[in-house]
C-alpha cells in the first residue's frame, strides 16, 4: 500500500539550531501539503504545493521557515534558527490534486530545547 | 469566527454505544467534507469524505452532511475500546481548494 514517507520520525534540538524534515509524497500526487501541529489541536497549513510550486504559504514564518520540492517530488521543510515554540509534530499530506483526500506521512515530532 | 468548529470533548460513551460527532462549518461555499481519525501520538489517518447532502455509511461508521445548516457530523454505531482517539472535521473551501482542519473531539469508549 502506497503511503507518504516522512523523515526523521523524531528530532530533539537545541534553540537557535537548524532542522530538516525530509517527506516523499505518494507516487503521482501533485499536490504536498506541509502541517504544524501542536498538541490538543488541529492540523495547521504551512505551506501547499502543486507540483514543484508554493500556491499557499500564508502561514510559514517565512523568517525561519523554508520548504521546497525541486522536482516536483519529494520536499524539505526548513527551519533556522529553532525556537522552543516550535516543538510540535510536523506532519506531510499528498493528494492526487488540490481539495483531493490528503494521506498523511507519519509525522516528525521536533522537541527544541 | 474560525473556519472549522468542533466540541473538543472529552466524550465519553460505553462500549456498544453510538457516538455522535458534530462539526460546523462557515463558509457555505465549502464544498468537500471529511472525517480523521487521530490516535494518540500519531498522524490522522481518514476514515470517510462527504460530498453531498444526507448520509454515507461505510461498516460502522456514518458521516451526515446538512449544508443548509453547514454542519458535519459522524456517526460511530457499535462503538469500541479501539475507537478511541481524537476525531478531526477536515473541509475544503473550494475557493483555492484550502482545507482547515477542526481542533478535534476526543473521544474515550468505555468497556
Given at each position: 500500500e502506497a503511503e507518504v514517507a516522512q523523515s526523521p520520525r523524531y528530532k530533539i534540538t537545541e534553540k537557535s539550531q537548524a532542522v530538516a524534515f525530509w517527506c516523499d509524497p505518494i507516487s503521482g500526487h501533485a499536490t504536498l501539503y506541509w502541517y504544524r501541529q501542536i498538541l490538543g489541536q488541529g492540523p495547521e497549513l504551512l505551506v501547499q504545493f502543486q507540483d514543484e510550486s508554493v500556491?499557499?504559504?500564508?502561514?510559514?514564518?517565512k523568517d525561519r521557515f523554508s520548504a521546497e520540492r525541486l522536482k516536483g517530488v519529494d520536499s524539505t521543510l526548513k527551519i533556522q534558527?529553532?525556537?522552543?515554540?516550535?516543538s510540535a509534530m510536523y506532519l506531510c499530506a499528498s493528494s492526487l490534486a488540490a481539495g483531493q483526500v490528503q494521506y498523511f506521512g507519519a509525522g516528525t515530532r521536533l522537541s527544541v530545547l | 469566527q474560525k473556519e472549522v468548529e468542533q466540541n473538543s470533548g472529552p466524550l465519553s460513551v460505553p462500549e456498544g454505544a453510538i457516538a455522535s460527532l458534530n462539526c460546523t462549518y462557515s463558509?457555505?461555499?465549502?464544498q468537500s467534507f471529511f472525517w480523521y481519525r487521530q490516535y494518540s501520538g500519531k498522524s490522522p489517518e481518514l476514515i470517510m469524505s462527504i460530498y453531498s447532502n444526507g448520509d454515507k455509511e461505510d461498516g460502522r461508521f456514518t458521516a451526515q452532511l446538512n449544508k443548509a445548516s453547514q454542519y458535519v457530523s459522524l456517526l460511530i454505531r457499535?462503538?469500541?475500546?479501539?475507537?478511541?482517539a481524537t476525531y478531526l472535521c477536515a473541509v475544503n473551501r473550494g475557493t483555492g481548494n484550502q482545507f482547515y482542519f477542526g481542533t478535534g473531539t476526543s473521544l474515550t469508549v468505555i468497556p
Open positions: 500556491v499557499d504559504d500564508s502561514q510559514l514564518p534558527p529553532a525556537e522552543l515554540g516550535d | 463558509d457555505r461555499g465549502s457499535d462503538s469500541q475500546p479501539s475507537d478511541s
